[in-house]
Nanobody, 123 residues
């Protein structure tokens, strides 16, 4: 049974930074694409960022491009999301996800989801 556990969510002021982590257990995910989604109250879950198994390919939603950076450490079975320049509209529950490849992850064809971590940005 694969588990993805996110951490690092917090309350932060606008303009601040946070780094989210997602640790996988149960199997190694070093051949899987990993990514991040978020869901704000009353809104659909949206794609944020994806990284290929070998970190060569990354892609971002326009809403976070230039502010967020995704990375991974396969030795630690962990993926990260560095978030800078946070805005109140970034407030949401952030989810880690794993998929067979980057294309499937971006379209929401997710094999494994984490339970989510809350990020709240105050103005």
């Amino acid at each position: 049974q694969v588990q993805l556990v996110e951490s690092g969510g917090a309350l932060v002021q606008a303009g601040g930074s946070l780094r989210l982590s997602c640790a996988a257990s149960g199997r190694t995910l070093d051949t899987w694409a990993m990514g991040w989604f978020r869901q704000a109250p009353g809104k659909e879950r949206e794609f944020l960022a994806v990284i290929s198994w070998n970190s060569i390919t990354t892609a971002y939603a326009d809403t976070v491009k230039g502010r967020f950076t995704i990375s991974r450490d396969n030795a630690k079975n962990t993926v990260y999301l560095q978030m800078n320049g946070l805005r109140p509209e970034d407030t949401a529950v952030y989810y880690c996800a794993a998929a067979i490849n980057t294309s499937r992850l971006r379209t929401g064809a997710i094999q494994y989801w984490g339970q989510g971590t809350q990020v709240t940005v105050s103005s």
